[in-house]
């Protein structure tokens, strides 16, 4: 930003004065409401704001006079005396001042310099008409367009006249208009364009004064003044005071007024505001104000921030529901060097509880507590040390992620987010790990909270859930390693675990262990481009207790027995790659129909695998997916095919004035193998250095299928019954689709269709040739327009999802009744704009129960923004059955750098 745009964007704060001075009779009428109100009304507070004393006294009509005050006559101001001069602080003496002008003048050691004067000194710069500099001192006096430009704040401060030392930094300036955090650029060509400034922050801090006294180098004492964050020429906001106290980081006064669109608002004993973005206060925030339906009222809520250092902070809440209670909330938040951070959220609430029309007494009271950190051990700097040698080294660090939940019902009934409300599992995991060349042996802990069924009072249902732990797990799992010089290649994944599990009926008697080793061994071969990999694999598991075999076609809860259990397999495996398929459709009809080169490729896939020795399945209890190991013989076959497009040679890369990204010169993934060559293209440039594009997928599809030739798994499935899931069919399909033996697995599709970079869809199915249906049917689709970053354009965005599942069976968890597998749901997404771009904005969502024909949840959510201040309102909607069905208003008011008003969180925003 240069100094003419700095001078516009100062010179604003003068006409939004004169504007005020024009609507002086309204503007008296308001001032007195507006005083009344805010008197009254001491919680609608800043987030700058601390706690003050109420005073139900007036400001002094000074005030009130110096708001709309735009004279530049120094009488109306009381005695100079009033104002302190700046106190010499002594500085070194000697060094080099560089002196610009028409005309100088000497007289002893004064010099006196006239017409267009530039004075330099360390990183401090003076520019007036006239200004008379004493050499020995290092005073300054400047008449006349006055402007001085640098420091340690990155000032800039333009005057009518003043003065000011070189040496020490202080001064006192007449009829001021100035800014802090103008950064600019060292001298490289003529001005303005090659020292053009640049706010070192989006929101900086701007004044105006009648007189502006600097104490030092970062500090200064404004005098009928006003204060803003707005760089704009007419600001949506500013504080007046008589008197403003700023340093490096912050401004602070007393009896000030806030004006917002040229009105004055707001009058407030003391406030501050921050002169440097990157120094956080503490503060009260700005009320949360809320409008839901009769089963939680309305809200009204508070919170406290507090920030204990640099790196941490804390905020501390509370909301109160007028139809249910109060619910507590905090915050903590740490981020440490390179990946180390620390988070934790809580909420509780104690409810009231509430009866709906024609029902029974409800009560959704609970708690939900979520931590996560991580902590870095032993970091790598593989910048410093190569890949080679950071990848020996390793690393070690230290990951939680723990959440603890009281009450499903409450997350359901009181979670501001869909996907959270509606999550029937709680996964916690601390863990500890040392990676180095390849190898990794962590130590773990985790707990599993799965929720198959709520408990209802209409109709009566009690809870049902499934609690599995891991306390502590040992684990040591290595990459593929060379043996030698023989070919081979090796791995291993093996653990030592101490296992629990609870569910109704059931409960494994204190801690199970288990002891499991999974080593293997391969041999690639590549002949002709054709890539077959053979492996050999072996597995022992030792259980120190097991369970008793289920009688068949009865479905019940397991019953554990006090026998080990040894389970040891043979694995081999054989995985063939031929040759891929290719075609480049460089001429002809889809040339002249795309406009652009064609590649398809086709790429076969076979694997056979065979499993013996897991005779024992029925007696194994289940805690996770090393349990559902099993027998099995079988093949899978499949085929891939991806249509490449690439623009032809009188196409460019990009539009006008964009450049080529990665994808686009490199190809897909950047691979090798995707590129289409031509004559003169190597390292993706053409002979006369110019980027060349390259492919872009266009068209992915792939179709996959297993058969069994064991159709029983050895004993895994017999008979007919639940879903049951084994190991080979949850990594092929990730549906459980096992109700009986069977030879053949569902026929899976996963088609995708990327026509540019702005355009996505998806379609997903799994059809089943034996129960003749699809078991699983989605579509997903995504399309925008335009940049979000790009705040001159207009921006488009819509998505929309179906989802169809149909289980061949009612499922069960070792004898538990699990949600329903038969449905179909979809979503929809469509929105203008961006909530932080300049103008309007909208965006709406939906969630739709196509079974029931219900609205599950939707959201309608628009929002304004003028220069430096926004509102956005929100129309929310959730209907989960008997747990809730509410609706409710959110609203959010926003100004640059001061904070927000409302309750329309960011992570709640619908764009």
């Not at 507590?369 to 660090?397: H, N």
């Not at 499922?811 to 300049?838: C, D, H, I």
């Amino acid at each position: 930003m240069n100094n003419r745009n700095v001078r516009r964007c100062v010179s604003g704060l003068r006409d939004g004065a004169a504007a005020k001075a024009r609507a002086a009779s309204l503007a008296r009428l308001l001032r007195s409401a507006c005083f009344f109100i805010s008197i009254t009304a001491p919680a609608a507070s800043f987030a700058h704001l601390g706690a003050q004393q109420v005073t139900t006294l007036a400001p002094p009509a000074s005030i009130a006079q110096s708001a709309g005050a735009e004279s530049s006559d120094v009488s109306v101001l009381p005695e100079a005396a009033e104002y302190p001069d700046a106190i010499p602080v002594p500085q070194d003496k000697g060094e080099l001042v560089n002196l610009e002008y028409d005309t100088l003048k000497q007289q002893g050691n004064v010099d006196t310099l006239d017409g267009h004067v530039t004075i330099t000194y360390r990183d401090h710069t003076l520019h007036a008409d006239h200004i008379e500099y004493d050499n020995d001192t290092g005073d300054a006096t400047l008449t006349g367009h006055v402007v001085v430009d640098g420091g340690e704040n990155s000032e800039h401060i333009e005057a009518s006249h003043g003065t000011f030392n070189m040496r020490t930094e202080t001064g006192r300036f007449y009829d001021v208009t100035g800014s802090v955090g103008l950064k600019r650029p060292p001298k490289v060509g003529p001005e303005p364009a090659a020292r053009r400034g640049v706010y070192a922050n989006s929101n900086p801090f701007l004044f105006t004064g009648k007189i502006l006294v600097k104490t030092g180098p970062r500090g200064y004492e404004i005098y009928q003044g006003t204060f803003t964050s707005c760089q704009l020429p007419h600001p949506d906001w500013l504080l007046s005071a008589d008197k403003i106290n700023a340093d490096g980081t912050k401004a602070h006064a007393g009896n000030s007024i806030f004006h917002l669109m040229g009105l004055p608002l707001l009058w407030l004993p003391y406030v501050t505001h921050p002169v440097d973005a990157s120094d956080r206060q503490s503060g009260i925030l700005i009320p949360d104000i809320g409008f839901n339906s009769a089963s939680k009222g309305d809200t009204i809520g508070e919170q406290i921030y507090w920030a204990i250092n640099r790196s941490t902070d804390l905020t501390v809440g509370t909301i109160y529901y007028s139809a249910r209670g109060w619910e507590r909330t905090a915050a903590f938040r740490y981020r440490g060097l390179g990946q180390d951070f620390a988070k934790a959220n809580y909420s509780a609430l104690q409810d009231r509880g509430y009866t709906p029309s024609g029902g029974t007494y409800i009560n959704q009271s609970g708690t939900d507590a979520l931590f996560s950190g991580r902590k870095d051990l032993i970091p790598v700097d593989e910048s410093a040390m190569g890949d080679a040698a950071a990848e020996q080294q390793g690393q070690a660090r230290m990951v939680a992620d723990v959440e603890y939940l009281s009450s499903y019902p409450y997350r359901e009934a009181f979670s501001s987010s869909f996907n959270q409300a509606v999550s029937s599992d709680v996964v916690s995991t601390i863990y500890g790990i040392r990676e180095w060349d390849g190898m990794a042996a962590s130590l773990e802990g985790d707990r599993y909270q799965g929720e198959k069924r709520i408990a209802t009072t209409v109709p009566l249902q009690t809870e049902e859930q499934v609690r599995i732990f891991h306390a502590p797990s040992l684990e040591f799992t290595t990459t593929d390693h060379a043996l030698g010089t023989t070919g081979l290649e090796w791995n291993v994944d093996s653990s030592v675990t101490a296992l629990k599990r609870t569910q109704p009926g059931f409960a494994t008697g204190g801690m199970v262990e288990r002891l499991d080793v999974h080593p293997e061994l391969i041999y690639p071969l590549h002949f002709d481009g054709w890539n077959l990999q053979p492996s050999v694999a072996g597995r022992e598991t030792f259980y120190s207790r097991s369970r008793l075999p289920t009688v068949p076609g009865v479905a019940g809860p397991p019953v554990e027995s006090l026998a080990p259990l040894n389970r040891a397999d043979l694995e081999v495996e054989l995985d063939l790659r031929p040759p891929v398929l290719e075609r480049t459709f460089d001429s002809g009809f889809l040339r002249r129909l795309l406009r652009q080169d064609v590649k398809h490729t086709i790429e076969p896939e076979l694997t056979y695998r065979y499993v013996t020795g897991i005779d024992n399945f029925p007696d194994i209890l289940r805690f996770d997916v090393v349990d559902v190991a099993s027998n099995t013989n079988e093949v899978e076959y499949g085929v891939t095919q991806r249509l490449f497009l690439r623009r032809t040679g009188n196409q460019p890369c990009s539009p006008a004035g964009a450049a080529a990204d990665a994808t686009e010169i490199l190809g897909s993934a950047g691979k090798q193998e995707d590129a289409i060559e031509a004559p003169g293209e190597a390292a993706g440039r053409t002979e006369d250095g110019q980027p060349v594009c390259g492919n872009r997928e266009w068209i992915s599809w792939r179709v996959a299928q297993k058969y069994f030739f064991d159709s029983h798994f050895g004993g895994a499935v017999e008979g007919t019954g639940p879903r049951g899931i084994l190991d080979t069919t949850l990594n092929f399909s990730g549906i459980s689709f096992l109700t009986g033996p069977r030879d053949l697995s569902p026929l899976i599709s996963r088609l995708r269709v990327r026509t540019s970079e702005k355009t996505d869809f998806e379609w997903d199915f799994d059809y089943d040739p034996i129960a003749g249906k699809f078991t699983a049917n989605n579509v997903y689709g995504d399309v925008h327009w335009g940049d979000p970053t790009d705040q001159s354009r207009k921006y488009f965005s819509a998505g929309f999802g179906f989802a169809r599942l149909n289980a061949p069976a009612r499922s069960y968890v070792e004898g538990v009744l699990s949600s329903v597998a038969n449905f179909s749901q979809m979503r929809v997404l469509a929105g203008y704009g961006k909530p932080t771009r300049p103008g309007f904005s909208a965006a709406a969502s939906a969630g739709i129960d196509l079974d029931l024909g219900t609205v599950q949840y939707g959201a309608i959510q628009t929002s304004y923004n003028w220069n430096c201040c926004g509102v956005s309102v929100e129309y929310r909607k959730y209907e989960l059955g008997t747990a809730r069905n509410d609706n409710g208003y959110k609203f959010n008011f926003t100004l640059a750098n001061i904070g927000s008003a409302g309750n329309l969180r960011h992570a709640e925003q619908v764009f």
